[in-house]
């Protein structure tokens, strides 16, 4: 692992290095030449806002920066970002004129907006981006090709408006047309060796899965097709081929295909490894990025991209990770597998941390030859096959091994039966939990009332008891509101039963809602009263929690298909220091009393004792 770490930090200081900070320079495009990288020749700006235009922007004098690296790389970020470069063309008398595309490749980014100035003046304007429809690009190209027709002695400046929820990665190329259809072809050609091969080995494994009914080949093989449903995304061949016009999956698929491969990923080295039997443990771990991947699978739907995608390549690192960590752990248990998929996981370590380092714009798009990245994952995809091979043959040796040998059959029973019995305990322990479980169930419902869910009035009995004996021994004061709603019984008559129900659940909520310690207790006393204790709390903070009730209902709103309505309530406060152990009732009774001359009173209103 020492010489993995190397690389990849000699890599990481390779890539970060910054570049001179010189202005950059008009690009000449000589005859002869048929590919052009524009990364020392551009400029950028941060519109952090996303509200400047390109008119604004012209007349804006504000200042371009020159790029810190050798490909433009911002990672995940909410701004937009302008990218500007002056390019004219070399022609003698005798060179033909040669077609060039402007080539943006990165097939991820959501809208790219490209403006075309020759001689000062706009030329053309182009709208890109996957959040269009496919049909609309300029050229059927995966990534965003724009043609420029440069004239001879011509000055032409493009202005690029890049904005998306994907990393901002932005390599850009010219192409002769040519070079561009050449470049296709053999991107075409790469493409099929690799997505062919990642089929047919999924389908191979397919095929073993239905000889053997061994759930690790069923893992690898969904892996296998998630891995390459992850490049088709960073490719755009997904986007192209699969869902033109579907513009939506371009958010939604990226995420599931990364989060479905750490899934099957952490499924098969769960299995294969048999990491719930010797390292219960990381096999727990291995589960918990099963159960993580398939929240972000969900969350894919309905939460923001950006930041469903960095929670996926951030699982992702951690998944590899722990790939790892079970694989050198099974080594030195001598698990007889563990070698052949270190190996493998080596690779995917490397084109994994490779991704996600480019996906957070750490590491810049063209730093490393997706082709690369591809020759690992596919090397990764043989490497666990051979595995799985291997275990197959070491499986049916250990089965010759084990029918030739009758004393270790029967050691295995009887180690079979201590295990059986072992989970029997475990089975009666935990129908014993369950049934402890039924019976705090059981005593919540016999406390609680059905329709508001505070307690009932025998459950507030005791706790109002206990509460009582507490604050004349400490001699500190307990406080008690007694809530009634006004007009409840013409809310049943002109609205119905069921409304009225509503209403006493809106009203305990806004009662819950209202208590400010976790000490405070809310009972419904019966019918539409209730009543609110709370402890160590004196008259004039009582009042100050009466009035935050009656605020809240009268902000509340209770309303069902039908009928609408704010109901209020009538509130008598009352609280004292116990000075007679046996006399709970003389609090409640004062409470009530105030209650009384709320009503009297107009209702909707608060009383309490006043010294």
Known sequence: MRWIRLIL????????????????????????????????????????????????LLASGLEWQPPKREVLSFGFTSSTYWVRFTVSRELTDNSPATPYVLVIGNAILDWVDVYIYENGSLAAHHSLGDKLPHAQRLLDYPHFAVPLKLQQSDTTTVYLRVRSSSSVLIPLHIYSNQHLVERSYERAVAQALFYGAMLVMALYNLLILKSIR?????????????????????????????????????????????????????LFFRSFLLLPQTRPFLGRLALGFVYASALIMAGAFILPYQQMMMLAV????????????????????????????????????VV????????????????????????GAGLQAVLLSFALAHRMRFEKRMAALARQDAA??????????????ENLDRIVLERTLELEKTHAKLREISTTDGLTRLLNRRAFDDVFLTEYRNAHRCQRPLAVLMIDLDHF???????????????????????????????????????????????ETDIENAVAVAQLIMDALSRSLVTDEQHQLRVSASIGV???????????????????RQLYLAKENGRNTIEWQKN
């Open 489 to 535: 019984k013409r809310i049943n008559d002109n609205y119905g039963h069921s409304f009225g129900d509503l209403c006493l659940v809106r009203t305990a909520e806004v009662i819950r809602a209202c208590l400010r310690h976790s000490a405070d207790i809310a009972a419904r006393y019966g019918g539409e009263e209730f009543i609110v204790l709370l402890p």
């Open 408 to 421: 270790k059959a029967q050691q295995k029973m009887l180690e079979h039966q201590i295990q059986a019995n």
């Open 214 to 266: 061994d759930v690790s080949y069923f893992y690898y093989a969904m892996m296998v097709l998630s891995t390459a449903v992850v490049f088709g995304g960073i490719e755009g061949i997904s986007f192209k081929y699969l869902w033109p016009d579907a513009t939506w999956l371009n958010d939604v698929v990226p995420i599931m295909s990364v989060a479905s491969l750490v899934a099957f990923a952490a």
């Open 352 to 375: 994994g941390m490779l991704l996600a380092l480019t996906s957070l714009g750490i590491l810049p798009l063209e730093w490393f030859s997706m082709r690369i990245t591809q020759i």
């Open 9 to 56: 930090y000699w890599l990481l200081a390779l890539s970060t290095a910054p570049l001179a900070a010189e202005p950059p320079q008009p690009l000449i495009l000589s005859p002869g030449q048929s590919l052009f990288s524009l990364n020392t020749h551009i400029e950028y700006l941060e519109d952090k806002e996303g509200q400047l235009g390109i008119d604004a």
């Open 574 to 592: 009352a609280s004292g220091v116990p000075k007679e152990l046996t006399d709970q009732e003389a609090l409640l009774r004062e409470a009530d």
């Open 314 to 349: 951030l699982l992702a690192i951690g998944g590899i990770i722990c790939a790892v960590w079970a694989g050198f752990a099974r080594w030195l248990d001598g698990f007889h597998g563990a070698w052949v998929f270190n190996l493998a996981w080596g690779c995917l370590l």
